[in-house]
Every structure is written in structure tokens, then in C-alpha cells.
């Protein structure tokens, strides 16, 4: 099963940008790297994927190493919304499955 | 809806008491799992189905942890003589399956057991 290292805490100033690291060294070469956030009483809500090649949509960029091992996750501009759990994951090839670790907690500041 | 929907919000049980949990999935999605999340821990995956067919079930803790899709579309979680350790928010999440499909989760049930 997909295992994730990531920091448990980051602290951003609001307005800066945010850059969330995720070690992912067992992932396989079909699988995506995912990146989930989950507010306080909320379910997880996606961000953003990708398998190979750097993503972008309008709520964050998804950088990807070349030998696919680790990836950055940037918020461009954090606010005081951002402030969340974000998780690293990668899905299994088969099912999609996706096997969460504990996650960042980021506080994103005034 | 427009997304996945769990029900009920919140369950309070005594402890030995049997409670059913319910996910509607995203109509037309495949794919169907169930996680459980401790306080102040990720979700930990429990089961998966595609359509009916419960084809992952590693994650359930005991037999006493029951799910079943009989149509393809909602899905109910039944926890037998409820423990206190069976506390936690049980989230469903759906797709629509497959490779580099994203997982839209619903809010979660939570669960007291006293």
C-alpha cells in the first residue's frame, strides 16, 4: 500500500506562497500523486494530481520530481482559508484507492 | 445532490448496540469506499467496491464491521455491538473509477459510543 512521508506542521504567513513537501519513494509508475485538504468537520476535498509532468489549476501547482519520489504542493497565495490538513497520497493502479498518512497542518497567518 | 451524501450526520450509540451508516455516492459513480478517521488522525481506507462487488475488504477491523452496495449505487456500513474504540467519523468517498480518477468525499457520520 502507498506510504507518505510529510512534515506534521508548516506555518505560511498569509499573502506568501506555501510550499507543502510529500516524500512518496514507494509509488509505482502508473500511479498519480493526489493531494487532499480536509477542514475541520469536513470531508477531504481534493486539490489537485498528477503522474508525471507539473499540474496547475486554480487552487494550487503540483510540482513533480523527475524520478517521481517526492512532489511540492504550492499554494501561490495563502489565506487564512488555506489553513488546513493537507494530505499526500498515491492511488493504487487497480482501484484508486487512495492510503492517507497523518498530513501537514498548516497555519496559514495573519 | 450534487455530491456524496452520508447520513446521519451524527449517531450516538450505547455500547453493544448495532448502527447502520449511509452513503449516497454520486450518481454514476463506480466506485465506492469507506475510511475511517480517528481524532486527529488521516482516514484509514476500510472497504471498496466497484459497482456491487465488494472487492477490497482489508481494512475492516473486525467482523463485527459489515458493508454491502446491493444495487451498484448507495451504500450502508453496519457496526455490530458497537465498542467505544468504533468512535470515529466514518467518511465515503466515490468515483468513477479507475486509474487517475479523483475521490469526491462526503462530510462523514460521526460516531459516539458510550
Known amino acids: 500500500d502507498a506510504k507518505t512521508t510529510q512534515p506534521p506542521s508548516m506555518d505560511c504567513a498569509e499573502g506568501r506562497a506555501a510550499n507543502l513537501p510529500c516524500n512518496h519513494s514507494t509509488i509505482s509508475g502508473n500511479e498519480y500523486v493526489y493531494w487532499y485538504r480536509q477542514i475541520h468537520s469536513q470531508g477531504p476535498q481534493y486539490i489537485i494530481h498528477g503522474l508525471k509532468n507539473n499540474e496547475t489549476n486554480e487552487m494550487a501547482s503540483l510540482i513533480i520530481t523527475e524520478d517521481r519520489k517526492s512532489s511540492t504542493l504550492i499554494l501561490p497565495h495563502a489565506t487564512l482559508r488555506d489553513t488546513a490538513v493537507y494530505y499526500c497520497t498515491h492511488g493504487s493502479s487497480n482501484t484508486g484507492k487512495l492510503i492517507f498518512g497523518q498530513g501537514t497542518t498548516l497555519q496559514v497567518k495573519p | 445532490g450534487a455530491g456524496v451524501s452520508q447520513s446521519p450526520r451524527y449517531k450516538v450509540a450505547k455500547r453493544g448496540q448495532d448502527v447502520a451508516l449511509r452513503c449516497d455516492p454520486i450518481?454514476?459513480?463506480?466506485?465506492l469506499f469507506w475510511y475511517q478517521q480517528a481524532l486527529g488522525q488521516g482516514p484509514e481506507f476500510l472497504t471498496y467496491f466497484q459497482n456491487e462487488a465488494q472487492l477490497d475488504k482489508s481494512g475492516l477491523p473486525s467482523d463485527r464491521f459489515f458493508a454491502e452496495r446491493p444495487e451498484g449505487s448507495v451504500s450502508t456500513l453496519k457496526i455490530q455491538r458497537t465498542q467505544q474504540e468504533d468512535s470515529a467519523v466514518y467518511l465515503c468517498?466515490?468515483?468513477?473509477?479507475?486509474?487517475?480518477?479523483?475521490?469526491?468525499f462526503g462530510s462523514g457520520t460521526q460516531l459516539s459510543v458510550l
Open positions: 450518481s454514476g459513480h463506480v466506485s
Open positions: 468517498a466515490s468515483s468513477l473509477g479507475g486509474i487517475g480518477e479523483k475521490l469526491f
